[in-house]
């Protein structure tokens, strides 16, 4: 087939796509050595009433009662076969599972070093076939193994050498991918400067690598001085449902989609117009950084070299996290700019919880821009499950509550 041959198919395939109801697309597919370039417009297909909507389905949580139900800080939210619901918490270093309605069922792990035992890094729980858990836990350097009852199986060491872990993904069939970032370490030869996103068997062990890409600047770990570059290009990614890759530095509005081979299939972009970082945006992180040191105790000569750590990019990022959704569909968040918050949204801005914007840009399975769903407020996604979004609603007092969320797609 040729080049032109290809494109024709392309393009009608893209017409007949948008003539079944709601706005046309208004963007354009074109081929490129056999990549399908997606150039979407900022009008996207979904009319005024037609656009996908959330409706809370669960809350778990409170200010006062049931310890078991109270949170510190959640980490990871993960949803078993039964869909019963983990919930790691890095504050009292465990993971409480929960029904799916709500209810607590049982409690996993507690605080130390021994077998079956998390630090205070552990904040990630994984469900691998056969609902396996593995939580890695960085600060005892392995990744824990339980089975769903709780029972403590082995553990595989955490191999620095091979990178620090970073990101995690879980498929819903339940294939687990991360990501690995070089690390220097004494006595051992300066690490590369590619993250490999490989698989993580059921054993804790690593597996196969599916894609290598430049690491990116917001933590800097080498040289004389670690440095926290925040606004720095940043590599995003997640994976499709065929382990595909779905990749961007969010420097630009350009996300490339690789098939489970490696090949590039697909670039997907958006029109953005980079926003400058104000002094507002350095002022509010800074106070907020300076903030948690002192919660966490940390001496006042120890704010110097917190300032001297920080630095800030240029330009706000042009998104701030990808994740495949529902159908297949590209959830894309913004980025959040502080240039025009309110002053109360300015003192109680959380960094951890608040460094994305409430809106995302969704996306078909082809690329094609649907249109914006936004998030209820204080609430940041920590992924999905079907059509269910469960994240960290944080309440007037900055307590933290699970919610799920229900995707209304009619």
């Known amino acids: 087939m040729t080049g032109t041959e290809r494109l024709s198919i392309i393009a009608l395939a893209a017409m007949l796509a948008g003539c079944g109801g709601g706005s046309q697309w208004t963007g354009t597919i074109t081929d490129s050595a056999g990549v399908a370039i997606v150039a979407n417009t900022d009008q996207g297909v979904w009319g005024p ?8 389905d669960l809350r778990i949580g ?28 890095v504050q009292t270093q465990n993971i409480r599972v929960f029904s799916p309605e709500g209810q607590h069922l049982r ?35 392995r990744i824990n ?5 709780g029972t403590s199986l082995n553990s595989t060491p ?15 069939s339940r294939t687990i991918v991360m990501q690995l970032r070089p690390l220097a370490l004494p006595n051992m030869p300066a690490p590369d400067s590619m993250d490999a996103i490989v698989v993580l068997e059921p054993s804790g062990e690593i597996g196969d ?56 299939e697909r670039v997907i972009t958006m029109p953005h117009e980079p926003k400058p970082v104000s002094e507002s945006d350095q002022r509010v992180i800074m106070q907020f950084l300076e903030r948690q040191a002192r919660d966490a105790g940390a001496p006042p000569e120890a ?31 913004h ?25 995302w840009d969704v996306f078909d399975d082809q690329g094609r821009y649907l249109g914006i769903v936004t998030m209820p407020p204080r609430f940041q996604p920590r992924g999905f499950d079907g059509n269910n979004m469960y994240g960290v609603w944080r309440d007037d007092l900055d307590v933290q509550y699970v919610m799920r969320l229900r995707i209304m797609t009619e």
């Open 62 to 89: 409170m200010v006062e009662g049931d310890p078991t139900y109270q949170f510190g800080q959640i980490g990871f939210i993960s949803v078993d076969s039964r869909g019963e619901i983990y919930v790691t918490d």
């Open 49 to 56: 009433s037609e656009g996908w909507t959330l409706a809370e």
């Open 209 to 264: 690598t599916i894609m290598k890409f430049p690491s990116g600047r917001t933590l800097n770990l080498g040289g004389a001085a670690p440095e926290i570059n925040v606004f720095a290009a940043e590599p995003l990614w997640d994976v499709t449902q065929e382990l595909g890759v779905l990749y961007g530095v969010n420097n630009a509005y350009r996300i490339s989609w690789y098939g489970q081979d490696g090949s590039l």
């Open 335 to 359: 980025q959040r700019s502080l240039a025009d918050a309110t002053e109360e949204e300015l003192e109680e801005f959380n960094l951890i919880e608040e460094s994305g914007a409430p809106d």
């Open 303 to 333: 704010m110097q070299q917190l300032r001297a750590m920080i630095k800030f990019g240029e330009f706000i990022p042009a998104f701030s996290a990808i994740l495949t959704g529902p159908d297949n569909t590209i959830w894309v968040q």
């Open 158 to 172: 955490i191999a620095l050498e091979r990178g620090l872990p970073a990101t995690f993904r879980v498929t819903p």
């Open 145 to 149: 193994r339980y089975l769903s009852d």
């Open 107 to 141: 409690t996993i792990g507690r605080p130390g070093a021994g077998p079956g035992e998390l630090s205070p890094n552990a904040a990630v729980v994984l469900i691998a076939p056969g609902d396996t858990l593995l939580v890695p836990d960085i600060g005892n350097r």
